[in-house]
């Protein structure tokens, strides 16, 4: 609700009390199997029924993510586990999926397996440069409105579902590309990992979306 995989700034808040996304937080550690009922509605759940329910669904196992529900859309959906103990459900659009997520999965199923955050990112600069991953050709979404999202703060305390949100990626965007100064007003935008690849500017929303009972397509 990268899932990155990012810093969120929170409105009403001073800048600077940040929440931790899945893009550029983290920690290395096992992250919490879900039963898989659970983790496929969690994942629903971050985007309305009109979007989730003919996703694909990833769900994180002992070592790796794993298709839980293949879907017929090209949406594709998660639960990120950017901390150790963050919920973080995220669905991506045709051409996130396709871009950004493959990063964001890459990421925690190196932090799960012990690796350490600095050499996650380094897989990830790696598979960029090599083609392994690529960045996206137009504008690429994601939705992160699950009321049921459990994020972490930068300072490692739980934030809670903080606020619904959607993401609107374009990499390497800048602050100063948006007129933005160094220490960002969120009356005026949301920019989260300025000059990154995955960087995305942030939208809130009006509605969470409630995890439903799940059955697969």
Not at 40 to 63: G, K, Q, W
Not at 68 to 84: E, F, L, Q
Not at 103 to 114: D, N
Not at 138 to 158: E, K, N, P, V, W
Request: proline content about 6%; some cysteine.
């Amino acid at each position: 609700m990268r899932t990155a995989l990012s810093t969120l700034l929170a409105l009403g808040c001073a800048v600077g009390a940040a929440i931790g996304q899945a893009v550029g937080a983290g920690q290395a550690g096992r992250r919490a199997l879900l039963p898989p009922e659970r983790e496929i509605a969690l994942a629903r759940s971050a985007a309305p029924p009109e979007i989730s329910d003919s996703a694909t669904i990833y769900v994180l196992s002992e070592n790796s993510w794993e298709i839980a529900v293949k879907g017929s859309n090209g949406v594709a959906c998660h639960v990120n586990r950017s901390w150790v103990a963050s919920l973080e459900p995220h669905c991506f659009d045709v051409e996130a999926a396709a871009t950004i997520l493959p990063m964001e999965l890459r990421r925690t199923e190196l932090l799960h397996q012990g690796r350490s955050l600095a050499e996650a990112n380094r897989d990830i600069a790696e598979g960029l440069a090599s083609g392994r991953f690529r960045l996206p050709r137009r504008l690429a979404m994601s939705y992160m409105m699950s009321s049921a999202q459990q994020l972490i703060g930068d300072d490692g305390q739980a934030a809670g579902n903080w606020r619904p949100h959607i993401m609107i990626f374009f990499p390497y965007l800048t602050a100063a590309e948006l007129g933005l100064g160094t220490n960002q007003d969120p009356r005026a935008a949301i920019l989260v990992d300025p000059g990154k690849p995955t960087a995305n500017v942030m939208v809130i929303v009006r509605d969470f979306v409630e995890p439903r009972s799940t059955t697969t397509p």
